[in-house]
């Protein structure tokens, strides 16, 4: 069985300023695929990066990366230069056998 | 492009009532899934199927049914409505690729109020 825990219900950040959502997961697979997803006010589901568990190499995307301890099964995301339209819920996910398992969720909140 | 469109996205139903939740993709995707999203808890995974004719149970199945007679489309019913069933639900599709690195296309979601 898979769980991810995001302990951190809210956090808030000062726009251009960075931030890093936490998330710790536990799995028995070998072979299993990390994401964070964005969920904003509208409820649609955006991808925001993704993490393959046998690459060494932290994913990035643009002003979004993750810092990935396999050993210590942690898998946070860092929010450079936030912007306004970065507010929204984030979840942390991973994939093992096509079947999705979600964390809580961080609502993130971003002040001008 | 549509991707995967549910229907409706808003419903209040009386308990014990019946209802389908729809759910239908356009990208010919073999895998396609249901979860229900209530505060503090993320999504949590109802049943799935992995190509027509082919479902099974997640998590949290129980008081649900599905179906999968095309690839397109993926129906969520609901028995007997009970206020435990009050939830936001997604579908979500995915290509079969054998690997597990590829991004699931949700719908826009579907508040249920049961009262």
């Known amino acids: 069985a898979q769980t991810v825990t995001q302990s951190q219900p809210e956090m808030s950040v000062q726009e251009a300023e960075t931030v890093t959502l936490s998330c710790t997961y536990d799995t028995s697979e070998s072979d299993y695929y990390l994401f964070w997803y964005k969920q904003p006010p509208s409820r649609q589901m955006i991808l925001v990066i993704r993490q393959e568990a046998y690459k060494q190499q932290n994913a990035t995307e643009n002003r979004f990366s993750v810092n990935f301890q396999k050993a210590a099964k942690s898998f946070s995301l860092k929010i450079s230069d936030s912007q306004l339209g970065d507010a929204a819920m984030y979840f942390c996910?991973?994939?093992?056998?096509?079947?999705?398992?979600f964390g809580g969720g961080t609502r993130l909140m971003v002040k001008p | 492009n549509a991707g995967v469109t549910q229907t409706p996205k808003f419903q209040v139903l009386k308990t014990g009532q019946s209802m389908t939740l729809q759910c239908a993709q356009d990208m010919n995707h073999e895998y396609m899934s249901w979860y229900r999203q209530d505060p503090g808890m993320g999504l949590r995974l109802i049943h799935y199927s992995v190509g027509a004719g082919i479902t099974d149970q997640g998590e949290v199945p129980n008081g649900y049914n599905v179906s999968r007679s095309t690839t397109e489309d993926f129906p969520l019913r609901l028995l007997s409505a009970a206020p435990s069933q009050t939830s936001v639900y997604f579908c979500a599709s995915s290509p079969k690729t054998g690997r597990w690195d590829t991004e699931a296309f949700f719908g826009q979601g579907t508040r249920l109020t049961v009262v």
């Open positions: 996910v991973n994939n093992a056998g096509n079947m999705l398992t």
